[in-house]
């Protein structure tokens, strides 16, 4: 593991437990690699519950709770779904605070309207509304998952910090 995310993880583990939160993931074109930063850092059993790898629809609505009609209407890769991967997050774990990511890392997938490198993420806490965002990385699929994670991670602590 690589510095920066070496102390993206050690300032996430240092936010949540000032404020006694743990942390649950929810992750699709990331296969977990959130969950992998986040558990490098020693004590990180303090403050983060778990991780769900969802990488199908079926998973996502099996573990989840997304509604097939959401993933109908909206796409795998959409905001609607990064929020509903959220909520159903925080209803099926021990966490104060759920992320959620969903995208299309490539090389192929990708679309006019949601093209190779479209990344859809969730941020949520107990109790309140999921916000939510899109991005559009650049680089091959391991580029597009890195800079996913990063972003997951920076984002995650710029709107609960």
């Not at 905001?79 to 997050?89: H, I, L, Q, Y």
């Amino acid at each position: 593991m690589d510095a920066q995310l070496e102390t993206l993880s050690r300032l996430v583990g240092d936010h949540l437990a000032a404020r006694s939160w743990r942390l649950a993931t929810a992750e699709s074109c990331t296969g977990g690699w959130v969950a992998e930063v986040v558990t490098v850092t020693a004590g990180s059993s303090g403050w983060f519950d778990c991780g769900f790898i969802t990488y199908s629809n079926d998973a996502k609505c099996a573990l989840l709770g997304v509604s097939p009609m959401t993933l109908a209407r909206h796409g795998a890769v959409s905001e609607p779904t990064t929020a509903a991967m959220v909520r159903g997050t925080l209803e099926r774990a021990e966490a104060d605070l759920a992320l959620s990511i969903s995208g299309i890392a490539g090389p192929g997938g990708g679309s006019a309207d949601k093209p190779v490198g479209t990344v859809c993420f969730g941020w949520g806490r107990t109790g309140e509304s999921p916000q939510t965002a899109t991005c559009r990385f650049d680089g091959d699929r391991e580029a597009v998952r890195r800079q996913a994670v990063v972003f997951a991670l920076t984002e995650l602590i710029r709107r609960y910090a």
